[in-house]
């Protein structure tokens, strides 16, 4: 169990576009879930969390009105991407967290999103 | 600030033994992840210890001591799909997760 899908696996669009990338926990309920960016060779970047029917919690640095995150449900997250530009190219990959099970806070991650903006 | 420390790069053999080191110094602890990643895909979950001691879990065990802010993961009779990144990463006091830049481990025949 613990399964969280991501739509599309990978994606090119033209700059200025903007795209959306789909999370969904498959076979559990979502309390919340977790927006990363990674770049070549670094660590994962949190970018903002988020709970099922309120607003997305951005970290330090993020643009909230670039970044558009939906969490509608709790199993469907979506991150847009609006009027993407080159540098916005990356690994997006979501996480998503079920209600605390023994004291564990574990996150299942999807398989990421490869975005390139051309 | 919060910070998680542990090597950039490592080699070991196959068939061998490998332990990646993790040091941190966050604000609240509420549990250690290591998790796997090889190049070019999500992250996935290899342990969580909350206690201080050794969790074994077949070929890899963790360990984790509080008082030192120090865990290891411990990678035994190596195989060469073990060659990946390993994250290591502390839930602070808010339940976030702060992560390590991750331990390239390369393994040789």
């Known amino acids: 169990g613990a399964v969280v899908s991501q739509h599309p696996s990978w994606v090119i669009c033209k700059s200025g576009t903007s795209v959306k990338i789909e999370c969904r926990s498959l076979?559990?309920?979502?309390?919340?879930m977790f927006w990363y960016r990674q770049f070549p060779k670094q660590s994962l970047m949190l970018m903002a969390t988020?709970?099922?029917?309120?607003?997305?919690?951005?970290e330090q640095g993020v643009e909230k009105d670039k970044f558009l995150i939906n969490h509608a449900s709790l199993t469907l997250s979506t991150l847009t991407v609006t009027s993407a530009h080159p540098e916005d190219s990356s690994f997006y990959i979501c996480?998503?967290?079920?209600?605390?099970?023994?004291?564990?806070?574990?996150?299942?991650f999807g398989p990421g999103t490869r975005l390139t903006v051309t | 600030g919060q910070n998680i420390d542990q090597p950039t790069e490592m080699t070991a053999t196959e068939g061998a033994i490998v332990q990646i080191n993790c040091t941190y110094q966050?604000?609240?602890?509420?549990?250690l992840f290591w998790y796997q990643q090889h190049a070019g895909e999500a992250p996935t979950f290899l342990s969580y210890?909350?206690l201080d001691g050794l969790e074994e879990k077949g070929r890899f065990s963790s360990f984790l001591s509080r008082s030192k802010g120090y865990s290891y993961l411990l990678l035994k009779e190596l195989q060469m799909k073990d060659s990946a990144s390993y994250l290591c990463?502390?839930?602070?006091?808010?339940?976030?997760?702060?992560w390590g830049a991750g331990t390239k481990l390369i393994i040789k025949p």
């Open positions: 966050t604000s609240g602890f509420n549990g």
């Open positions: 076979d559990f309920q979502a309390t919340t």
């Open positions: 988020s709970n099922e029917g309120s607003k997305a919690t951005y």
């Open positions: 996480s998503a967290s079920r209600s605390r099970v023994a004291g564990m806070w574990e996150q299942y």
């Open positions: 210890n909350v």
């Open positions: 990463a502390v839930m602070d006091s808010n339940y976030q997760l702060i």
